[in-house]
């Protein structure tokens, strides 16, 4: 099956002309069977194209291109199929061109004139395939999709493909073009069909550049808020660590305080300087004023009251560094909620 132009000479010769109403009634506008232009109609094509005739227009000729409605000469109506033919009424427009046709198949219908002096020609498109008939091959149609006009001229057109070449407007241009299939399309134009497809490609690829370029600014976006969370994790990690290694040293300068065995008043004048300093000095600055307080006589004996004591007993060893002690226990913590309790211990003031 191929998309087709149909165009048809038709005559008038059995055509009843009715001057009062300006019509032609009875218009044989395609016979059932073979044309002169060997095409075959059937009688159930032609039924089917009732209602597609129905209202079409007539010029007063073939013509490229759009139409003005100066050229209109007529329309068509009461469109039907009855005895292997299908007829219709001609109306002509109260125009010079209408009347101008009008007057020349009012002759040709009364015998005035010959009937090959003028007649009507079919711009319709449909399908059909090429067969074999009795007396030669043929187009066997099988379809009529469209009729763009039913023109009056002077002669048929010798065929349909100039029409194929007609500017914007073309009505029948527009038809052909819809009733195509596409491999049609496809055999008649290729490098269309090529260019649809390349361009279909850049579009295929913009559409994932697009969609690359939005996945990355979500990543990156992605990535900024993780890279926000983690310094945030970071800063409060540091705030508790720091936190921890405080109450470390306060903690073990407390130990150290006990260990040295120095009265309440002289701890307290230590305790602000020691902080600041080294771990490892706090034994040799601790058994310092302990000695300084051995000659001063401020260190009270065992037992006896009012008396300094005089016992040498050596101080016990502080660790080197609680920093490492607790960063050490946090390390070897087995989750963060151990480590959780690790540092509320510390923060409470136990070991």
Known sequence: ?????????????????????????????????????????????????????????????????????????????????????????????????????????????????????????????????????ADGEGVQVESITGVTSVDDVDSPAAGGSYLLTAGNGDELTTRVLEAMTFEEWFEARPDFVERVQKEMKLVRQDEAVKAAKAEADHNLQTLKEAQTTIATLTQERD?????????????????????????????????????????DTWVATLRKKKESLKVLGLLPRPGVTGASQQVNTPLPSVPADPVKSIRRRLAEAKSPEEQQRILQSLNGGQS
């Open 1 to 133: 099956m191929k998309t087709q132009i149909f165009q048809e000479r038709l005559d008038l010769s059995e055509a009843q002309f009715d001057a009062d109403n300006r019509v032609i009634r009875n218009v044989v506008l395609i016979r059932e069977g073979m044309s002169q232009n060997r095409k075959h109609y059937p009688g159930t094509v032609l039924k089917a194209a009732e209602a597609i005739f129905e209202g079409v227009k007539a010029y007063d000729s073939h013509k490229k291109g759009a139409r003005s409605v100066s050229e209109l000469t007529g329309w068509y109506t009461n469109v039907r199929y009855t005895e292997g033919k299908l007829i219709a009424d001609r109306h002509f427009t109260n125009t010079d061109a209408g009347r101008n046709v009008m007057a020349v198949a009012q002759d040709i219908v009364e015998g005035r004139a010959p009937k090959t002096l003028a007649g009507l020609s079919i711009n319709a498109v449909g399908s059909g395939k090429m067969q074999k008939f």
């Open 239 to 279: 705030a508790a660590l720091a936190l921890a290694e405080s109450k470390a040293r306060e903690l073990a300068l407390e130990q150290a305080f006990r260990a040295a065995g120095l009265p309440a008043p002289v701890e307290n004048e230590l305790r602000e300087s020691m902080l600041k300093a080294a771990p």
